[in-house]
Protein backbone atom coordinates (compact mmCIF):
# COMPACT_ATOMS: atom_id res chain seq x y z
CA UNK A 1 0.00 0.00 0.00
CA UNK A 2 2.69 2.15 0.86
CA UNK A 3 5.41 3.67 -1.78
CA UNK A 4 8.20 0.82 -1.49
CA UNK A 5 11.88 1.98 -1.05
CA UNK A 6 13.16 2.32 -4.98
CA UNK A 7 16.60 -0.26 -5.74
CA UNK A 8 18.98 0.29 -8.04
CA UNK A 9 22.75 -1.10 -8.72
CA UNK A 10 25.74 0.47 -10.48
CA UNK A 11 29.40 -0.02 -10.79
CA UNK A 12 31.66 3.20 -10.96
CA UNK A 13 33.23 5.55 -8.43
CA UNK A 14 32.31 5.95 -5.13
CA UNK A 15 30.26 8.90 -4.42
CA UNK A 16 31.25 12.08 -2.77
CA UNK A 17 28.80 13.80 -1.69
CA UNK A 18 25.04 13.11 -0.53
CA UNK A 19 24.09 10.22 1.70
CA UNK A 20 26.62 6.63 1.76
CA UNK A 21 26.56 3.98 3.65
CA UNK A 22 29.35 1.45 4.16
CA UNK A 23 29.79 -1.98 6.17
CA UNK A 24 32.33 -2.78 8.55
CA UNK A 25 32.97 -6.01 9.71
CA UNK A 26 34.59 -6.93 13.52
CA UNK A 27 37.57 -4.58 14.63
CA UNK A 28 36.28 -2.11 11.66
CA UNK A 29 37.35 -4.36 9.37
CA UNK A 30 36.91 -2.35 6.03
CA UNK A 31 36.70 -3.65 1.95
CA UNK A 32 38.40 -1.48 -0.56
CA UNK A 33 35.98 0.74 -1.46
CA UNK A 34 34.75 1.55 1.54
CA UNK A 35 38.30 1.96 3.41
CA UNK A 36 39.42 4.52 0.60
CA UNK A 37 36.25 6.64 0.85
CA UNK A 38 36.79 6.34 4.94
CA UNK A 39 40.62 7.41 4.75
CA UNK A 40 39.35 10.95 3.96
CA UNK A 41 37.92 11.24 7.01
CA UNK A 42 39.37 13.72 9.73
CA UNK A 43 40.74 11.76 12.20
CA UNK A 44 39.78 8.04 10.87
CA UNK A 45 36.84 6.44 11.57
CA UNK A 46 38.36 5.22 14.90
CA UNK A 47 37.58 8.12 17.45
CA UNK A 48 34.42 8.67 15.92
CA UNK A 49 33.62 5.03 16.66
CA UNK A 50 35.28 4.52 20.09
CA UNK A 51 33.35 7.74 21.36
CA UNK A 52 30.26 5.99 20.09
CA UNK A 53 31.34 2.08 20.86
CA UNK A 54 30.94 0.86 17.95
CA UNK A 55 33.19 -2.43 16.89
CA UNK A 56 31.80 -3.49 13.88
CA UNK A 57 29.09 -5.76 15.59
CA UNK A 58 26.32 -7.76 13.45
CA UNK A 59 23.10 -5.50 14.12
CA UNK A 60 25.11 -2.44 15.19
CA UNK A 61 25.44 1.22 13.73
CA UNK A 62 27.45 4.32 13.42
CA UNK A 63 26.04 7.71 12.41
CA UNK A 64 28.26 10.67 11.07
CA UNK A 65 26.56 13.93 10.06
CA UNK A 66 28.35 16.13 7.91
CA UNK A 67 31.82 13.94 8.83
CA UNK A 68 35.16 16.27 8.73
CA UNK A 69 37.41 15.55 5.70
CA UNK A 70 34.44 14.48 3.49
CA UNK A 71 32.16 16.40 1.53
CA UNK A 72 29.11 14.01 2.17
CA UNK A 73 25.86 14.95 3.95
CA UNK A 74 26.13 11.72 6.67
CA UNK A 75 28.03 8.68 6.15
CA UNK A 76 26.11 5.69 7.69
CA UNK A 77 28.71 2.62 8.84
CA UNK A 78 26.78 -1.00 9.58
CA UNK A 79 28.10 -3.62 11.53
CA UNK A 80 28.31 -6.63 10.33
CA UNK A 81 29.72 -9.09 12.37
CA UNK A 82 31.48 -12.28 10.73
CA UNK A 83 29.47 -12.54 7.45
CA UNK A 84 30.79 -15.84 6.90
CA UNK A 85 27.91 -17.23 9.44
CA UNK A 86 25.28 -15.08 7.30
CA UNK A 87 22.00 -17.06 6.74
CA UNK A 88 19.37 -15.12 4.34
CA UNK A 89 17.57 -13.68 7.33
CA UNK A 90 20.72 -12.27 8.46
CA UNK A 91 21.41 -9.79 5.05
CA UNK A 92 17.93 -9.18 5.05
CA UNK A 93 17.57 -7.76 8.64
CA UNK A 94 21.04 -5.97 7.09
CA UNK A 95 18.75 -4.34 4.40
CA UNK A 96 15.88 -3.36 7.16
CA UNK A 97 18.73 -1.55 9.21
CA UNK A 98 19.75 0.42 6.17
CA UNK A 99 16.61 1.26 5.39
CA UNK A 100 15.31 2.72 8.79
CA UNK A 101 18.33 4.24 9.19
CA UNK A 102 17.86 5.97 5.68
CA UNK A 103 14.03 6.92 6.71
CA UNK A 104 14.47 8.22 10.16
CA UNK A 105 17.09 10.56 8.47
CA UNK A 106 14.62 11.37 5.45
CA UNK A 107 17.61 10.49 3.26
CA UNK A 108 15.96 10.69 -0.47
CA UNK A 109 18.93 8.98 -1.80
CA UNK A 110 21.17 6.28 0.15
CA UNK A 111 24.67 4.75 -1.66
CA UNK A 112 25.18 1.62 -0.22
CA UNK A 113 29.06 0.60 -0.90
CA UNK A 114 28.66 -2.47 -1.09
CA UNK A 115 32.39 -4.06 -0.29
CA UNK A 116 33.41 -6.15 2.54
CA UNK A 117 36.93 -6.68 4.32
CA UNK A 118 39.13 -9.43 2.66
CA UNK A 119 36.48 -10.05 -0.26
CA UNK A 120 37.68 -9.59 -4.09
CA UNK A 121 33.75 -9.35 -4.36
CA UNK A 122 30.65 -9.77 -2.83
CA UNK A 123 28.37 -12.20 -4.41
CA UNK A 124 25.47 -10.10 -6.66
CA UNK A 125 22.68 -12.84 -5.06
CA UNK A 126 24.12 -10.66 -1.50
CA UNK A 127 23.38 -7.39 -2.55
CA UNK A 128 19.67 -8.23 -4.03
CA UNK A 129 19.18 -9.53 -0.72
CA UNK A 130 19.92 -6.64 1.18
CA UNK A 131 17.79 -4.75 -0.93
CA UNK A 132 14.80 -7.05 -0.50
CA UNK A 133 15.29 -6.49 3.56
CA UNK A 134 15.55 -2.72 2.74
CA UNK A 135 12.25 -2.92 0.34
CA UNK A 136 10.32 -5.29 3.03
CA UNK A 137 11.48 -2.64 5.69
CA UNK A 138 9.91 0.27 3.46
CA UNK A 139 6.36 -1.66 3.44
CA UNK A 140 3.65 0.75 5.38
CA UNK A 141 -0.13 -0.09 5.44
CA UNK A 142 -0.94 3.15 5.14
CA UNK A 143 -3.69 3.73 2.82
CA UNK A 144 -6.55 4.44 5.12
CA UNK A 145 -4.66 7.43 6.77
CA UNK A 146 -4.69 11.20 5.98
CA UNK A 147 -1.65 11.69 4.41
CA UNK A 148 1.16 13.95 6.08
CA UNK A 149 2.41 16.84 5.06
CA UNK A 150 5.03 19.33 5.82
CA UNK A 151 8.16 18.36 8.17
CA UNK A 152 5.94 15.43 9.17
CA UNK A 153 5.74 13.94 5.76
CA UNK A 154 7.64 10.98 4.80
CA UNK A 155 10.79 10.92 2.47
CA UNK A 156 10.36 8.35 -0.48
CA UNK A 157 13.99 6.53 -0.60
CA UNK A 158 16.36 5.05 -3.29
CA UNK A 159 19.20 2.86 -2.21
CA UNK A 160 21.69 2.42 -4.65
CA UNK A 161 23.86 -0.33 -4.72
CA UNK A 162 27.62 0.20 -5.89
CA UNK A 163 28.98 -3.23 -6.40
CA UNK A 164 31.55 -5.04 -8.04
CA UNK A 165 29.64 -7.01 -10.96
CA UNK A 166 26.07 -4.54 -11.14
CA UNK A 167 24.59 -7.34 -14.03
CA UNK A 168 24.60 -9.98 -11.82
CA UNK A 169 23.08 -8.29 -8.85
CA UNK A 170 20.23 -6.95 -11.46
CA UNK A 171 19.54 -10.36 -12.43
CA UNK A 172 19.25 -11.87 -8.98
CA UNK A 173 17.33 -8.96 -7.88
CA UNK A 174 14.53 -9.33 -10.68
CA UNK A 175 14.17 -12.76 -8.86
CA UNK A 176 13.87 -11.51 -5.22
CA UNK A 177 12.06 -8.62 -6.74
CA UNK A 178 9.26 -10.94 -7.42
CA UNK A 179 9.42 -12.36 -4.19
CA UNK A 180 8.94 -9.06 -2.69
CA UNK A 181 5.99 -7.94 -4.57
CA UNK A 182 4.59 -11.41 -3.39
CA UNK A 183 5.34 -11.06 0.28
CA UNK A 184 3.37 -7.66 0.05
CA UNK A 185 0.67 -8.70 -1.38
CA UNK A 186 0.06 -11.26 1.25
CA UNK A 187 0.67 -8.32 3.68
CA UNK A 188 -1.91 -5.93 2.05
CA UNK A 189 -4.49 -9.02 1.92
CA UNK A 190 -4.25 -9.23 5.46
CA UNK A 191 -3.83 -5.61 6.74
CA UNK A 192 -6.92 -4.51 4.40
CA UNK A 193 -10.11 -4.42 6.27
CA UNK A 194 -13.03 -6.79 6.32
CA UNK A 195 -15.30 -4.19 5.01
CA UNK A 196 -13.42 -3.98 1.90
CA UNK A 197 -11.99 -7.27 1.45
CA UNK A 198 -14.80 -9.56 1.10
CA UNK A 199 -14.85 -12.91 -0.36
CA UNK A 200 -15.65 -12.02 -4.22
CA UNK A 201 -12.79 -9.27 -3.56
CA UNK A 202 -10.21 -11.20 -2.54
CA UNK A 203 -11.08 -13.41 -5.64
CA UNK A 204 -10.46 -10.48 -7.57
CA UNK A 205 -7.77 -9.68 -6.39
CA UNK A 206 -6.02 -13.42 -6.98
CA UNK A 207 -7.89 -12.85 -10.72
CA UNK A 208 -5.22 -9.68 -11.30
CA UNK A 209 -2.65 -12.38 -11.78
CA UNK A 210 -3.67 -13.24 -14.88
CA UNK A 211 -1.19 -9.93 -15.84
CA UNK A 212 1.93 -12.67 -14.88
CA UNK A 213 0.56 -15.00 -17.36
CA UNK A 214 -1.10 -17.20 -14.12
CA UNK A 215 -4.44 -18.80 -14.96
CA UNK A 216 -6.81 -17.86 -12.65
CA UNK A 217 -10.65 -19.55 -12.24
CA UNK A 218 -13.26 -18.76 -10.13
CA UNK A 219 -15.78 -20.98 -8.87
CA UNK A 220 -18.80 -19.56 -6.93
CA UNK A 221 -21.94 -20.85 -4.96
CA UNK A 222 -23.56 -22.90 -7.59
CA UNK A 223 -20.57 -24.85 -8.86
CA UNK A 224 -19.56 -25.85 -5.29
CA UNK A 225 -22.79 -27.27 -4.70
CA UNK A 226 -22.76 -28.96 -8.01
CA UNK A 227 -19.02 -30.59 -6.64
CA UNK A 228 -21.41 -30.81 -2.99
CA UNK A 229 -19.13 -29.31 -1.17
CA UNK A 230 -21.03 -29.54 1.97
CA UNK A 231 -18.01 -28.42 4.16
CA UNK A 232 -17.00 -25.43 2.89
CA UNK A 233 -20.84 -23.98 1.77
CA UNK A 234 -21.84 -25.11 5.41
CA UNK A 235 -19.28 -22.81 6.50
CA UNK A 236 -20.55 -19.97 4.34
CA UNK A 237 -24.16 -20.15 4.88
CA UNK A 238 -24.22 -17.61 7.55
CA UNK A 239 -22.97 -15.26 5.57
CA UNK A 240 -24.19 -12.26 2.97
CA UNK A 241 -20.95 -12.71 1.06
CA UNK A 242 -21.17 -15.89 -1.51
CA UNK A 243 -18.17 -18.39 -1.16
CA UNK A 244 -15.56 -18.85 -3.68
CA UNK A 245 -12.69 -21.33 -4.62
CA UNK A 246 -9.74 -19.16 -6.33
CA UNK A 247 -7.77 -21.74 -8.72
CA UNK A 248 -4.27 -20.02 -10.08
CA UNK A 249 -2.46 -22.03 -12.29
CA UNK A 250 0.96 -21.01 -13.00
CA UNK A 251 2.57 -23.56 -16.08
CA UNK A 252 6.48 -22.92 -15.53
CA UNK A 253 7.46 -26.69 -15.93
CA UNK A 254 7.20 -29.10 -18.18
CA UNK A 255 4.05 -30.22 -20.09
CA UNK A 256 3.11 -33.30 -18.53
CA UNK A 257 4.99 -32.35 -15.00
CA UNK A 258 2.30 -33.39 -12.00
CA UNK A 259 2.05 -29.69 -10.43
CA UNK A 260 2.98 -28.80 -6.58
CA UNK A 261 -0.33 -27.86 -5.06
CA UNK A 262 -0.66 -25.14 -2.25
CA UNK A 263 -3.92 -24.67 -1.06
CA UNK A 264 -5.08 -21.88 1.94
CA UNK A 265 -7.60 -20.93 4.37
CA UNK A 266 -9.51 -17.76 3.23
CA UNK A 267 -12.10 -16.93 5.47
CA UNK A 268 -11.72 -13.16 5.61
CA UNK A 269 -13.55 -13.09 8.90
CA UNK A 270 -14.15 -14.87 11.51
CA UNK A 271 -16.75 -14.15 13.86
CA UNK A 272 -16.77 -17.66 15.29
CA UNK A 273 -20.23 -18.19 14.04
CA UNK A 274 -22.83 -19.29 16.59
CA UNK A 275 -19.95 -20.62 18.92
CA UNK A 276 -19.27 -16.89 18.53
CA UNK A 277 -15.59 -15.11 19.96
CA UNK A 278 -14.65 -13.25 22.82
CA UNK A 279 -14.97 -9.12 21.86
CA UNK A 280 -11.70 -8.56 22.74
CA UNK A 281 -9.53 -9.14 19.39
CA UNK A 282 -12.40 -10.30 17.52
CA UNK A 283 -10.53 -7.25 15.35
CA UNK A 284 -7.89 -9.60 14.30
CA UNK A 285 -9.82 -11.88 13.04
CA UNK A 286 -9.48 -10.06 9.45
CA UNK A 287 -6.31 -11.93 9.43
CA UNK A 288 -7.84 -15.49 8.99
CA UNK A 289 -6.96 -15.57 5.55
CA UNK A 290 -3.51 -15.71 6.01
CA UNK A 291 -3.21 -18.66 4.55
CA UNK A 292 -5.21 -17.74 1.48
CA UNK A 293 -2.89 -14.88 0.87
CA UNK A 294 0.30 -16.82 1.35
CA UNK A 295 -0.97 -19.02 -1.33
CA UNK A 296 -1.23 -15.86 -3.51
CA UNK A 297 1.65 -14.21 -2.84
CA UNK A 298 3.33 -16.98 -3.74
CA UNK A 299 1.72 -17.63 -7.12
CA UNK A 300 2.76 -14.17 -7.55
CA UNK A 301 6.46 -14.46 -6.78
CA UNK A 302 6.60 -17.68 -8.83
CA UNK A 303 5.11 -15.90 -12.07
CA UNK A 304 7.00 -12.83 -11.82
CA UNK A 305 10.40 -14.69 -11.36
CA UNK A 306 9.09 -16.99 -14.40
CA UNK A 307 9.46 -20.11 -12.01
CA UNK A 308 10.49 -23.06 -13.91
CA UNK A 309 7.67 -25.43 -12.49
CA UNK A 310 3.84 -25.79 -12.36
CA UNK A 311 2.31 -24.65 -9.28
CA UNK A 312 -1.17 -24.60 -8.62
CA UNK A 313 -2.65 -22.18 -5.92
CA UNK A 314 -5.96 -23.06 -4.76
CA UNK A 315 -8.12 -20.78 -2.18
CA UNK A 316 -11.18 -21.64 -0.50
CA UNK A 317 -12.98 -18.20 0.26
CA UNK A 318 -15.99 -17.70 3.04
CA UNK A 319 -17.01 -15.31 5.70
CA UNK A 320 -17.91 -17.41 9.18
CA UNK A 321 -21.01 -14.95 10.64
CA UNK A 322 -23.48 -16.01 12.93
CA UNK A 323 -26.98 -14.75 11.09
CA UNK A 324 -30.32 -17.12 11.13
CA UNK A 325 -29.33 -19.46 8.03
CA UNK A 326 -25.87 -19.98 10.27
CA UNK A 327 -25.14 -23.60 10.44
CA UNK A 328 -25.77 -25.08 14.28
CA UNK A 329 -23.10 -26.72 16.76
CA UNK A 330 -24.93 -30.42 16.49
CA UNK A 331 -25.42 -30.13 12.23
CA UNK A 332 -23.98 -32.39 10.48
CA UNK A 333 -21.93 -31.65 7.06
CA UNK A 334 -21.52 -33.94 3.92
CA UNK A 335 -17.82 -33.11 2.86
CA UNK A 336 -17.08 -33.44 -1.00
CA UNK A 337 -14.75 -36.63 -0.63
CA UNK A 338 -18.76 -38.05 0.88
CA UNK A 339 -17.22 -38.00 4.74
CA UNK A 340 -19.69 -36.77 7.01
CA UNK A 341 -18.68 -34.24 9.96
CA UNK A 342 -20.67 -33.68 13.30
CA UNK A 343 -19.79 -29.73 14.35
CA UNK A 344 -19.45 -29.37 17.74
CA UNK A 345 -17.92 -25.82 17.59
CA UNK A 346 -18.51 -23.34 14.82
CA UNK A 347 -14.97 -21.43 15.00
CA UNK A 348 -13.04 -24.63 14.22
CA UNK A 349 -14.32 -23.25 10.60
CA UNK A 350 -11.06 -23.49 8.81
CA UNK A 351 -10.80 -27.28 8.84
CA UNK A 352 -14.18 -27.59 7.39
CA UNK A 353 -12.98 -24.83 4.53
CA UNK A 354 -9.43 -26.77 4.05
CA UNK A 355 -11.39 -30.39 3.73
CA UNK A 356 -13.14 -29.78 0.63
CA UNK A 357 -10.02 -27.73 -0.88
CA UNK A 358 -7.65 -30.13 -0.24
CA UNK A 359 -10.11 -32.92 -1.79
CA UNK A 360 -10.63 -30.89 -4.81
CA UNK A 361 -6.87 -30.29 -5.16
CA UNK A 362 -6.22 -33.68 -5.10
CA UNK A 363 -8.94 -35.09 -6.68
CA UNK A 364 -8.92 -32.80 -9.97
CA UNK A 365 -5.14 -31.80 -10.13
CA UNK A 366 -3.20 -35.16 -9.10
CA UNK A 367 -0.63 -33.11 -7.48
CA UNK A 368 2.85 -34.36 -6.57
CA UNK A 369 2.71 -32.96 -3.15
CA UNK A 370 -0.26 -30.44 -1.55
CA UNK A 371 0.99 -27.75 1.61
CA UNK A 372 -2.02 -25.92 3.24
CA UNK A 373 -1.26 -23.13 5.48
CA UNK A 374 -3.83 -21.80 7.56
CA UNK A 375 -3.86 -19.60 10.69
CA UNK A 376 -5.75 -22.53 11.99
CA UNK A 377 -5.52 -22.96 15.97
CA UNK A 378 -5.02 -21.22 18.63
CA UNK A 379 -3.23 -24.21 20.53
CA UNK A 380 -0.27 -23.40 17.97
CA UNK A 381 0.71 -20.28 19.55
CA UNK A 382 0.29 -22.16 23.15
CA UNK A 383 2.97 -24.82 21.90
CA UNK A 384 5.13 -22.56 19.57
CA UNK A 385 4.49 -18.82 20.32
CA UNK A 386 5.30 -16.50 17.26
CA UNK A 387 8.37 -18.12 16.13
CA UNK A 388 7.35 -20.86 14.32
CA UNK A 389 4.86 -22.47 12.35
CA UNK A 390 3.62 -25.78 13.25
CA UNK A 391 4.10 -27.97 10.72
CA UNK A 392 2.73 -31.56 10.23
CA UNK A 393 3.37 -33.73 7.20
CA UNK A 394 2.66 -37.39 6.32
CA UNK A 395 5.96 -37.26 4.56
CA UNK A 396 9.14 -37.40 6.21
CA UNK A 397 11.29 -35.85 3.08
CA UNK A 398 8.93 -32.81 2.29
CA UNK A 399 8.76 -32.72 6.12
CA UNK A 400 13.05 -32.24 6.14
CA UNK A 401 12.70 -30.28 3.04
CA UNK A 402 10.47 -28.10 4.58
CA UNK A 403 12.59 -27.15 7.73
CA UNK A 404 15.11 -26.96 5.32
CA UNK A 405 13.79 -23.91 3.02
CA UNK A 406 12.55 -22.41 6.99
CA UNK A 407 16.22 -22.22 8.16
CA UNK A 408 17.25 -20.70 5.17
CA UNK A 409 14.71 -18.14 5.08
CA UNK A 410 13.98 -17.05 8.40
CA UNK A 411 10.34 -18.37 8.11
CA UNK A 412 10.85 -21.05 10.13
CA UNK A 413 8.78 -23.90 10.67
CA UNK A 414 8.63 -26.87 13.98
CA UNK A 415 7.68 -30.67 13.05
CA UNK A 416 4.99 -31.88 14.78
CA UNK A 417 3.36 -35.22 15.27
CA UNK A 418 0.62 -37.19 13.31
CA UNK A 419 -0.65 -40.46 14.82
CA UNK A 420 -4.01 -42.90 14.54
CA UNK A 421 -4.04 -42.45 18.62
CA UNK A 422 -4.60 -38.86 18.36
CA UNK A 423 -7.95 -39.68 15.94
CA UNK A 424 -9.55 -41.06 18.86
CA UNK A 425 -9.96 -37.24 20.21
CA UNK A 426 -11.78 -36.78 17.13
CA UNK A 427 -14.20 -39.97 16.75
CA UNK A 428 -17.84 -39.23 17.48
CA UNK A 429 -20.36 -42.12 17.56
CA UNK A 430 -22.87 -39.92 15.44
CA UNK A 431 -20.54 -39.45 11.96
CA UNK A 432 -17.42 -40.02 10.37
CA UNK A 433 -15.76 -37.68 12.19
CA UNK A 434 -15.91 -34.67 14.39
CA UNK A 435 -14.70 -31.20 13.57
CA UNK A 436 -12.97 -30.56 16.97
CA UNK A 437 -11.13 -32.40 19.70
CA UNK A 438 -11.72 -29.54 22.48
CA UNK A 439 -8.51 -28.11 24.05
CA UNK A 440 -6.17 -31.45 24.41
CA UNK A 441 -3.71 -31.30 21.46
CA UNK A 442 -5.39 -29.00 19.57
CA UNK A 443 -3.40 -28.32 16.96
CA UNK A 444 -2.63 -31.80 16.51
CA UNK A 445 -6.09 -32.73 16.08
CA UNK A 446 -6.89 -30.32 13.69
CA UNK A 447 -3.99 -31.84 11.51
CA UNK A 448 -5.34 -35.07 11.71
CA UNK A 449 -8.86 -33.86 10.49
CA UNK A 450 -7.17 -32.23 7.63
CA UNK A 451 -5.29 -35.90 6.71
CA UNK A 452 -8.24 -37.30 5.94
CA UNK A 453 -8.96 -35.47 2.93
CA UNK A 454 -5.50 -35.60 1.86
CA UNK A 455 -6.71 -38.92 -0.17
CA UNK A 456 -2.39 -40.23 1.17
CA UNK A 457 -1.26 -37.27 -0.86
CA UNK A 458 2.11 -36.41 -0.21
CA UNK A 459 1.25 -33.06 2.21
CA UNK A 460 2.29 -30.82 5.24
CA UNK A 461 0.15 -28.63 6.87
CA UNK A 462 1.32 -25.84 8.39
CA UNK A 463 -0.39 -23.63 11.09
CA UNK A 464 0.18 -20.08 10.49
CA UNK A 465 -1.88 -18.59 13.26
CA UNK A 466 1.35 -17.39 15.54
CA UNK A 467 3.39 -16.16 12.54
CA UNK A 468 1.07 -14.60 10.05
CA UNK A 469 0.15 -11.71 11.60
CA UNK A 470 0.80 -9.71 15.31
CA UNK A 471 3.94 -11.43 15.76
CA UNK A 472 6.66 -8.51 17.36
CA UNK A 473 8.09 -6.39 14.54
CA UNK A 474 11.83 -7.08 13.59
CA UNK A 475 14.43 -5.23 10.99
CA UNK A 476 12.80 -5.94 7.82
CA UNK A 477 9.32 -5.89 9.20
CA UNK A 478 7.07 -3.42 10.88
CA UNK A 479 3.77 -4.52 9.69
CA UNK A 480 1.08 -6.39 11.89
CA UNK A 481 0.91 -8.17 8.77
CA UNK A 482 3.84 -10.33 8.15
CA UNK A 483 3.24 -12.09 4.75
CA UNK A 484 4.66 -15.39 6.06
CA UNK A 485 4.82 -18.12 3.95
CA UNK A 486 5.89 -16.68 0.57
CA UNK A 487 9.37 -16.78 1.16
CA UNK A 488 9.49 -20.24 3.03
CA UNK A 489 7.37 -21.96 0.04
CA UNK A 490 9.17 -19.51 -2.74
CA UNK A 491 12.65 -21.01 -1.53
CA UNK A 492 11.26 -24.58 -1.35
CA UNK A 493 10.26 -24.39 -4.32
CA UNK A 494 13.61 -23.11 -5.68
CA UNK A 495 15.89 -25.29 -3.77
CA UNK A 496 14.10 -29.03 -4.24
CA UNK A 497 11.30 -28.61 -7.28
CA UNK A 498 12.60 -26.25 -9.94
CA UNK A 499 13.88 -27.68 -13.32
Not at 174 to 195: F, H, I, K, Q, W
Not at 395 to 406: C, H, I, P, S, V
Not at 462 to 484: M, R, V
Amino acid sequence: MSKLTKISFTKGETPQDGVVAVLAGEGLALGKAAAELVSQLTGGLERPAGVAGFKGKKGSSLDLIAPAGLALDRLFVFGTGDVAAYTEDDWLKLGGSIQASAAAAKASRVTVVFDLAGEEAVPADKAALVAMGAVLRSYVFDAYKTPKTGDEAPVNVKIEFAVEDAKAAKKAWSRYEAVTGGVCLARDLVNLPPNDLGTEEFAGKAKELEQLGVEVEILGEKEMKKLKMGALLGVAQGSSRPPRLAIMRWNGGKKDEAPLAFVGKGVVFDSGGISIKPGAGMDEMKGDMGGAAAVTGLMHALAGRKAKVNAIGVIGLVENMPDAGAYRPGDILTAMSGTTIEILNTDAEGRLVLADALWYTQDRFKPALMIDLATLTGAVLVALGNENAGMYSNNDELAERLTAAGTASGETVWRMPLSKAYDKLIDTPNADVKNTGGRTGGSITAAQFLQRFTNDVTWAHLDIAGTAFGPAKHEYNQSWATGYGVRLLDRLVADFYEG
